[in-house]
Protein backbone atom coordinates (compact mmCIF):
# COMPACT_ATOMS: atom_id res chain seq x y z
CA UNK A 1 0.00 0.00 0.00
CA UNK A 2 1.52 3.54 -1.04
CA UNK A 3 0.08 6.94 0.65
CA UNK A 4 0.91 10.26 1.18
CA UNK A 5 0.73 11.01 5.37
CA UNK A 6 0.84 14.65 6.08
CA UNK A 7 2.52 14.80 9.40
CA UNK A 8 4.01 17.96 11.41
CA UNK A 9 3.08 19.88 7.74
CA UNK A 10 4.99 17.71 5.98
CA UNK A 11 3.91 15.52 3.49
CA UNK A 12 5.77 12.13 3.14
CA UNK A 13 5.02 9.45 0.51
CA UNK A 14 4.66 6.13 2.67
CA UNK A 15 4.53 2.51 1.59
CA UNK A 16 4.17 -0.84 3.54
CA UNK A 17 4.12 -4.09 2.41
CA UNK A 18 3.17 -7.00 4.90
CA UNK A 19 6.29 -9.67 4.52
CA UNK A 20 4.86 -13.47 3.99
CA UNK A 21 3.65 -15.39 6.37
CA UNK A 22 4.22 -13.01 9.28
CA UNK A 23 2.92 -10.22 11.67
CA UNK A 24 6.04 -8.26 10.07
CA UNK A 25 5.93 -5.23 7.78
CA UNK A 26 8.26 -3.54 5.82
CA UNK A 27 7.88 0.71 5.85
CA UNK A 28 9.73 2.76 3.37
CA UNK A 29 9.19 6.49 4.63
CA UNK A 30 10.71 9.26 2.03
CA UNK A 31 13.30 6.61 0.87
CA UNK A 32 14.41 5.15 4.78
CA UNK A 33 13.24 1.84 5.20
CA UNK A 34 12.04 0.04 8.42
CA UNK A 35 10.96 -3.51 9.37
CA UNK A 36 8.69 -3.94 12.62
CA UNK A 37 6.00 -6.15 14.14
CA UNK A 38 3.20 -5.20 14.55
CA UNK A 39 -0.15 -6.47 16.50
CA UNK A 40 -3.37 -5.42 16.80
CA UNK A 41 -4.72 -5.13 20.58
CA UNK A 42 -8.17 -3.71 19.96
CA UNK A 43 -9.52 -1.21 16.99
CA UNK A 44 -7.45 1.82 16.57
CA UNK A 45 -4.67 0.29 18.81
CA UNK A 46 -1.45 -1.56 18.23
CA UNK A 47 1.38 -3.00 19.62
CA UNK A 48 4.50 -2.38 17.59
CA UNK A 49 8.27 -3.87 17.79
CA UNK A 50 10.35 -1.47 16.08
CA UNK A 51 14.26 -1.74 16.45
CA UNK A 52 14.01 -4.07 19.25
CA UNK A 53 11.69 -1.64 21.50
CA UNK A 54 8.19 -2.41 22.24
CA UNK A 55 5.33 0.32 21.70
CA UNK A 56 1.87 1.01 21.69
CA UNK A 57 0.40 3.49 18.78
CA UNK A 58 -3.18 4.94 19.25
CA UNK A 59 -5.30 6.11 16.70
CA UNK A 60 -6.93 9.22 18.07
CA UNK A 61 -10.26 9.92 16.47
CA UNK A 62 -10.86 13.65 18.44
CA UNK A 63 -12.60 16.64 17.39
CA UNK A 64 -9.06 18.61 16.81
CA UNK A 65 -8.71 16.03 14.17
CA UNK A 66 -7.22 12.38 13.70
CA UNK A 67 -4.07 12.08 15.21
CA UNK A 68 -1.43 9.28 16.09
CA UNK A 69 -0.59 8.50 20.07
CA UNK A 70 3.29 7.27 19.96
CA UNK A 71 5.35 7.52 23.04
CA UNK A 72 4.02 9.94 25.03
CA UNK A 73 3.25 12.68 21.88
CA UNK A 74 -0.04 13.58 19.98
CA UNK A 75 0.81 13.57 16.29
CA UNK A 76 -1.90 15.23 14.24
CA UNK A 77 -2.02 13.76 10.54
CA UNK A 78 -3.81 13.32 7.48
CA UNK A 79 -3.53 10.73 4.44
CA UNK A 80 -3.64 10.76 1.12
CA UNK A 81 -3.43 8.45 -1.11
CA UNK A 82 -1.71 9.18 -4.59
CA UNK A 83 -3.39 6.82 -7.15
CA UNK A 84 -6.89 8.22 -6.24
CA UNK A 85 -6.95 11.52 -8.43
CA UNK A 86 -11.17 10.93 -8.88
CA UNK A 87 -11.23 10.29 -5.28
CA UNK A 88 -9.24 13.90 -4.48
CA UNK A 89 -11.01 15.48 -7.33
CA UNK A 90 -14.41 14.28 -5.42
CA UNK A 91 -13.23 15.21 -1.94
CA UNK A 92 -12.54 19.01 -3.21
CA UNK A 93 -15.95 18.82 -5.28
CA UNK A 94 -17.85 19.76 -1.90
CA UNK A 95 -21.24 18.29 -0.13
CA UNK A 96 -23.80 18.72 -2.74
CA UNK A 97 -25.56 15.68 -3.67
CA UNK A 98 -25.77 12.19 -2.88
CA UNK A 99 -21.69 11.06 -1.95
CA UNK A 100 -20.80 7.68 -1.99
CA UNK A 101 -18.81 6.05 0.72
CA UNK A 102 -15.91 3.13 -1.32
CA UNK A 103 -14.28 0.18 0.40
CA UNK A 104 -9.99 1.55 -0.04
CA UNK A 105 -8.91 -1.59 -0.32
CA UNK A 106 -9.93 -4.97 -0.05
CA UNK A 107 -11.23 -6.60 2.74
CA UNK A 108 -14.44 -7.94 4.87
CA UNK A 109 -17.45 -6.06 6.62
CA UNK A 110 -16.90 -6.22 10.35
CA UNK A 111 -19.55 -4.31 11.38
CA UNK A 112 -22.40 -1.57 10.26
CA UNK A 113 -22.33 1.21 12.48
CA UNK A 114 -24.99 3.14 10.87
CA UNK A 115 -28.01 1.58 9.14
CA UNK A 116 -29.71 3.15 5.53
CA UNK A 117 -32.39 5.71 6.60
CA UNK A 118 -30.15 7.21 9.38
CA UNK A 119 -28.74 10.61 9.80
CA UNK A 120 -25.22 10.45 10.09
CA UNK A 121 -22.92 13.84 10.82
CA UNK A 122 -19.83 15.13 8.73
CA UNK A 123 -16.70 11.74 9.64
CA UNK A 124 -19.41 9.80 11.42
CA UNK A 125 -18.27 6.09 11.24
CA UNK A 126 -21.11 3.85 8.69
CA UNK A 127 -18.95 0.84 7.96
CA UNK A 128 -15.84 -1.19 9.48
CA UNK A 129 -13.48 -2.95 7.42
CA UNK A 130 -10.91 -5.17 8.07
CA UNK A 131 -7.76 -5.38 5.64
CA UNK A 132 -4.27 -6.93 6.53
CA UNK A 133 -5.73 -7.85 10.28
CA UNK A 134 -6.19 -3.80 10.20
CA UNK A 135 -9.89 -2.70 10.85
CA UNK A 136 -10.82 0.47 9.11
CA UNK A 137 -13.71 2.32 9.97
CA UNK A 138 -15.11 4.28 7.08
CA UNK A 139 -16.84 7.27 7.82
CA UNK A 140 -19.59 10.09 6.14
CA UNK A 141 -17.69 12.53 3.73
CA UNK A 142 -20.80 14.79 4.69
CA UNK A 143 -23.65 15.13 7.04
CA UNK A 144 -26.77 14.02 5.51
CA UNK A 145 -29.01 10.87 5.14
CA UNK A 146 -27.70 7.17 4.38
CA UNK A 147 -30.03 6.74 1.11
CA UNK A 148 -28.74 3.25 0.40
CA UNK A 149 -26.01 1.06 2.42
CA UNK A 150 -25.40 -1.97 -0.18
CA UNK A 151 -23.42 -4.43 2.35
CA UNK A 152 -23.90 -6.71 5.53
CA UNK A 153 -21.47 -8.22 8.28
CA UNK A 154 -19.54 -10.65 6.68
CA UNK A 155 -19.32 -9.16 2.69
CA UNK A 156 -15.89 -9.22 0.88
CA UNK A 157 -16.00 -5.84 -0.41
CA UNK A 158 -12.89 -4.74 -3.04
CA UNK A 159 -11.10 -1.79 -3.67
CA UNK A 160 -13.67 1.30 -5.07
CA UNK A 161 -16.35 -0.70 -3.88
CA UNK A 162 -19.56 1.42 -3.31
CA UNK A 163 -20.69 0.83 0.04
CA UNK A 164 -23.01 3.16 1.26
CA UNK A 165 -24.19 6.27 -0.52
CA UNK A 166 -24.91 9.78 1.87
CA UNK A 167 -27.11 12.27 0.68
Do not use: W
Not at 40 to 64: T, Y
Not at 136 to 149: C, D, M, T, W
Request: glycine content about 8%.
Amino acid sequence: MIFDLVLANRTQRVEVVRLPESDSYRCTLDGKTYEFQACQLQPGVLSLLLEGRASRCVLDESPEGPAILYAGKRYPYSVEDPRSLRSRRSHAAGVDGPRPVKAPMPGRVVRILAEAGVEVAHHQGIVVIEAMKMQNELKAPKAGRIVSLAVVTGDTVQAGDVLAIVE
